[in-house]
């Protein structure tokens, strides 16, 4: 009889919560068990399975650094039966958590590199990783853009972190919102994502393009990026199939020969090229 | 191991299943029950079906039960206390399992044991011992032999027996688990059986495409909308093809509350429910029934084969006897087989 059940999740305590934008939370989770907590690892890109007992589990990234010791963060919207469950509870309760799983942005390969980051709405989690697993490695990396977009000016989330990045010199951040979803004092750009990159106009040579965002924003961001001059194997993406078991069994995120769970979901613009159109 | 021949007369078949009792094993074997023949426990040989070619359903639930419980909890209060399941499997002997099915185990073996290893499925593993029985009939619903198997195939069983005119048995011990049930049941097994032609006492089912051919033919037809569609016009979703499948092997993960106590429970489910990836969004990657079709073809002939290097379906023909709608894998793989590449 083997020890160890796959499923069991680690118990986290909830540190703090961050109500980031309408119906969107981030959770600070601490490990109740001290010596788990110590012996856990994760690398940026990699997702869990977090769960209420009871009410199911739901499939987020890591939305933390894993140059941030001593916790993990996640950042979820309220939609379904898992997450509004999720939304219920408070600083101090306790919830389920499974991973890390899934493959990661090769950021070691990085190193030298200039990096554009590219994300829509509430796909700026799944960035917000590598993002500051880059930040916290400043000096690894030449350029660092962010192009971050939201249907409104209410929608950006980790607001409080966007005002940080824009005011460091070693980042070049533009946020903009749809049309309509300004604000009388919104100062940042009005349109979206793939336009207002195609107006920024990024340079990339010697550039990694990392993009996260609703599939219509990768649709058309896709084709901006070629016409800048990146290669499909320097563009990055997260897919974000439903997923059960994170581990390559349950077979739901199966998309042609992959899963997306267990082969992502890191995927280069030319795998993706490569797939059935099934994500 | 080299494969050992002995005879098992039809006057053992009774003591077999009391030793194997006795020895505080359980036995599942095919039973019927109305029209219905499935695997069950049983404690006597006198209850097992004899005379058909091919239970309702497969006996994968053993190793890989419909519904089981992962971890259960209690919850007082705010304080949840989370007990990992932790039983351990009791010894199983699966009697009769066509060699078809056998194979499939085989299937569903490398799909919980590659990469992450799936306890919940290889603790049962490990208790499980598959003593076949070989094919004398087939009927037109069977493929075997275009998949990789045969009425006789030994592969997946620790033992297999394949019936004589005479009643009796000849009995392949395969592998050391088939050898040790054989010493704990000293004496059944009667020495003989080299000079039997087991080929000449088989069903005959005659290949009706090539596998290995099958990955290229499915990736060349993959964008045919037209053909995707047109093969699953009648299907409704209902998902019986997965259910009474042998290898099918995707579940889903679902949590069921009583007052303060609860589990969380592993569930069959199938790549023909709309339901099985859709986003919580509403987006669906896979949004009609001409998709799905796809995907359960392609992830048994395609990916499947590719990633594990063994056939995603056995050709027991169970799907296209259950399906309400009548429609038949073997016929709409013909098709797919006929493609030029």
């Given amino acids: ?279 | 191991m080299a494969t050992e021949r002995k005879i098992l007369k039809k006057e053992s078949l009774g003591p077999l299943f009391e030793k194997m009792n006795a020895a505080g094993k359980r036995i599942l074997a095919p039973r019927k029950t109305g029209e219905q023949i499935r695997f069950e426990p049983v404690t006597s040989a006198n209850e097992i079906a004899a005379d058909f070619v091919q239970s309702t359903a497969s006996a994968k639930w053993a190793v890989f039960p419909a519904v089981e419980e992962m971890l259960s909890f209690r919850s007082l209060d705010k304080e949840t206390k989370l007990e990992a399941k932790q039983s351990k499997p009791q010894p199983t002997v699966v009697f009769g399992i066509r060699p078809c099915d056998a194979a499939a185990f085989k299937a569903l073996h490398a799909v919980f044991a590659t990469d992450y290893k799936d306890d919940l499925f290889l603790d049962r593993w490990e208790q499980i011992t598959l003593i076949g029985m070989s094919c004398t009939k087939a009927d037109d619903y069977c493929f075997c032999t275009s998949v990789g198997g045969n009425p006789g195939s030994t592969v997946g069983s620790d033992i297999l027996l394949t019936p004589l005119a005479n009643g009796d048995f000849l009995a392949e011990i395969l592998t050391e688990k088939g050898q040790q049930l054989v010493a704990s049941l000293d004496g059944l097994f009667a020495a003989g059986g080299s000079d039997i032609d087991k080929e000449s006492l088989l069903a005959k089912v005659t290949p009706k495409f090539d596998a290995k051919q099958m990955k290229a033919k499915m990736d060349a037809v993959f964008n045919n909308e037209k053909l995707w569609t047109r093969q699953s016009l009648r299907c409704i979703g209902c998902g019986a093809c997965a259910f009474v499948c042998p290898s099918c092997s995707c579940f889903d993960i679902q949590d069921e509350r009583y007052g303060g106590k609860g589990q969380r429970l592993r569930c069959w489910d199938s790549c023909g429910f709309g339901l099985f990836t859709l986003h919580t969004s509403g987006h669906n990657p896979r949004h009609t029934q001409a998709q799905r079709w796809r995907q359960r073809l392609m992830h048994k002939f395609s990916y499947g084969p590719e990633k594990y290097e063994l056939p995603g379906c056995v050709g027991c023909g169970r799907c296209s006897r259950a399906c309400p709608t009548d429609m038949n894998i073997l016929g709409h793989l013909l098709e797919i087989a006929e493609e030029k590449l």
């Fill in chain 1, 1 to 279: 009889m083997s020890a160890e059940n796959l499923y069991k999740p680690y118990v986290m305590k909830i540190e703090k919560i961050t109500q980031e934008a309408p119906e969107v939370k981030t959770f600070k989770l601490v490990f109740t068990d001290e010596e788990e907590g110590k012996n856990f690892n994760f690398k940026a890109g990699q997702f869990g399975e977090y769960s209420i007992l009871g009410e199911g589990e739901s499939t987020f990234c890591i939305a933390s650094s894993p140059t941030r010791k001593g916790y993990i963060e996640c950042t979820f919207r309220r939609a379904g039966r898992v997450t509004s469950a999720l939304a219920r509870l408070e600083e101090g309760d306790t919830m389920g958590f499974r991973g890390p799983y899934g493959n990661t942005f090769p950021i070691d390969d990085w190193k030298g590199k200039s990096l554009l980051f590219i994300a829509g709405g509430i796909a700026l989690p799944p960035m917000r990783c590598v993002i500051w697993n880059a930040l916290d490695l400043r000096e690894n990396f030449k350029d660092v853009t962010i192009i971050y977009g939201a249907r409104t000016v209410n929608d950006l989330v980790y607001k409080h972190e966007l005002e940080d990045w824009g005011k460091r010199p070693d980042v070049k951040l533009i946020t903009t919102v749809d049309p309509g979803g300004e604000t009388p004092d919104w100062k940042g750009e009005i349109g979206f994502v793939p336009t207002v990159l195609e107006k920024a106009a990024p340079s990339s040579a010697n550039t990694i393009a990392i993009v996260c965002g609703p599939p219509i924003m990768i649709k058309f961001t896709f084709p901006v990026l070629t016409k800048l001059g990146f290669t499909p194997e320097n563009i990055f993406t997260t897919l974000e199939n439903r997923m059960k078991c994170g581990i390559g069994k349950c077979g739901r995120c199966n998309v042609g020969k992959y899963f997306v769970c267990k082969d992502g979901p890191v995927f280069t613009f030319a795998q993706v090229k490569e797939l059935p159109p099934e994500y």
